[in-house]
């Protein structure tokens, strides 16, 4: 990905994610010739999340969106999967960090036994 507003959006998302749970592993997936940099996928006891970045926004999918609580409202794409549920992120949105966070660590509950 090039050096642009996304790049340094996914580099904040990476770090609120993994500032939820010290488990919280990084791994990336689906390299190819379009994205050779992969998408970024989160995991703790299970899949959270992936963070994908388009022409024009960044996506947070979380894996299992449906089943989280969502108080603050961050939800705001995917809302008719059945289970998945995503947050689409533009140039100049702003992202409440700490609804953000809790999100993910709501997550993580809904992924461990």
């Not at 770090?15 to 919280?24: C, E, I, N």
């Not at 592993?25 to 996928?41: A, Q």
């Not at 549920?85 to 992924?111: K, M, W």
Request: proline share 6%.
């Amino acid at each position: 990905m090039s050096e642009d507003w996304r790049s340094g959006l996914v580099d904040r998302l990476r770090g609120l994610v993994r500032s939820a749970d010290p488990d919280v592993v990084e791994d990336v997936k689906w390299r190819k010739p379009s994205n050779p940099d992969g998408v970024p996928t989160f995991s703790c006891d299970g899949l959270l999340c992936t963070v994908e970045t388009y022409k024009d926004k960044v996506k947070v999918t979380m894996a299992r969106g449906a089943s989280l609580p969502d108080p603050a409202g961050l939800f705001n794409a995917s809302l008719d999967a059945g289970t998945r549920r995503a947050i689409d992120l533009r140039q100049g949105d702003e992202l409440d960090e700490q609804a953000f966070v809790a999100l993910v660590r709501e997550a993580i509950d809904l992924n461990r036994p």
